[in-house]
């Protein structure tokens, strides 16, 4: 038996993540019928990302920007700043920074520590088998709708949640947001520029944008956002989206008051 046998022996490859398929749909059955409430559907959630969860995590351990960081002592924690607004609002006028403060405006300031709290992700994630290393970098992405949003330039109106979940499904494969993709297809905004179209640049716009899961955000807050972009890689709205963007007919009014609970 060779040396490298031996060594493979003694260090087998780490268990790859996989889908907990019974606690999951068990919780979100209890989840969808009332039986159960929100940890329940956390439960579900985090049972059935596994495949997921281990597919980012790799690109971003193998991305040079995710092996820099990984190896960091002590780690960054980006929630810790995403949350203090002193130190986001010190930083230059017009900076990504300033166009992330402007975004979640005052009324929303905050990072995703009460919904990390509420899923219980340290405590689920290492029973599900997620890593010290995969529970950081989950951390770490906890806020990724609201850095999507800056990054890509599509604002916080439906029109502009539709842009970025589509935006999402471009970058990051999950099966929830392909079917949330072609429901999309069937809402009619009440002037359509090209609705169809609207949602498959959005897709592509995400698809052609380099992994956002795979960027030192601390690095670029203080940058100018278009410099931010350039940066990145990320093209801005206007640029994907030269006729404009549509205009929310009926249906997807509904669909944004409900949302807010109007």
């Known amino acids: 038996m060779s040396e490298g046998d031996l060594s493979s022996q003694a260090h087998p490859p780490p268990q790859r993540l996989r889908r907990h398929w019974r606690s999951g749909l068990s919780s979100l059955y209890q989840f969808l ?29 193998q991305d040079p920007v995710g092996q820099r960081l990984l190896a960091e002592q002590p780690r960054r924690e980006l929630n810790e700043l995403l949350k203090d607004e002193d130190a986001l609002a010190a ?13 979640m405006g005052l009324e929303g300031m905050g990072s995703a520590d009460d919904f990390l709290a509420a899923a219980d992700l340290e405590k689920k994630g290492k ?27 599509y604002g916080r109106d439906i029109i502009g949640e539709i842009g970025v979940d589509a935006y999402t499904a471009g970058q990051i494969r999950l099966l929830p947001l392909r079917l949330l ?11 359509p520029i090209g609705w169809p179209l609207f949602v498959i640049r959005c897709y592509r716009h995400g698809r052609r944008t ?6 030192d955000y601390e690095a670029i807050f203080e940058l100018p956002l278009d410099e931010a972009r350039r940066r ?31």
């Open 33 to 61: 019928w009332g039986k159960g409430g929100l940890d329940a559907a956390f439960e579900g959630m985090l049972a059935l990302a596994g495949p997921m969860v281990q597919r980012e995590f790799d690109r971003f351990a």
């Open 91 to 103: 930083m230059p006028k017009g900076s990504f920074a300033d166009a992330y403060l402007g975004y």
């Open 127 to 153: 029973r599900f088998g997620w890593s010290e290393d995969q529970l950081w970098f989950v951390r770490r992405m906890a806020n990724s709708h609201d850095l999507f949003h800056v990054m890509s330039g």
């Open 181 to 191: 993709l072609a429901y999309f297809f069937f809402l009619k905004p009440s002037s």
């Open 210 to 215: 380099p992994s956002l899961s795979c960027v």
């Open 232 to 262: 990145v890689g990320a093209q801005a709205v206007a640029e994907v989206h030269l006729n404009g963007l549509p205009t929310p007919g009926r249906t997807l009014r509904r669909i944004e008051a409900k949302i807010e609970g109007r």
